[in-house]
């Protein structure tokens, strides 16, 4: 089994910063792409930040400038610190990840359970 457990998600006011954490944990072989996802209410669920086992980063525009996103692989953790925070980011934020378990040739998306992010006055 694979878990992803987030962390960090509060309420906080516009221009403020939140960090969260998401660490995975099972029986982990590899971890591919790690990162995080956001839904608001009525809305689909976007990409918001990504990091590639190679070292490579991709931003939604929304997020550039924002947001900053990093991994230490030594801790299987994702980190996602978002600064200048507006309403519009106020959303359920998703940890996801593509793992490939032991003893098994490919690997596959996980998600963690969500948490949220509410930035309001």
């Known amino acids: 089994q694979v878990r992803l457990v987030e962390s960090g998600g509060g309420l906080v006011q516009p221009g403020g910063s939140l960090r969260l954490s998401c660490t995975a944990s099972g029986s982990i072989a590899r971890i591919n792409d790690m990162g995080w996802y956001r839904q608001a209410p009525g809305k689909e669920r976007e990409l918001v930040a990504v990091?590639?086992?190679?070292?490579?980063?991709n931003y939604v525009d929304s997020a550039k400038g924002r947001f900053t996103v990093s991994r230490d692989n030594s801790k299987n953790t994702v980190y996602l610190q978002m600064n200048s925070l507006k309403p519009e980011d106020t959303a359920v934020y998703y940890c996801n990840a593509d793992i490939r378990r032991l003893g098994t040739i490919d690997a596959v998306r996980y998600w963690g359970q969500g948490t949220q992010v509410t930035v309001s006055s």
């Open positions: 990091t590639t086992s190679h070292g490579g980063i």
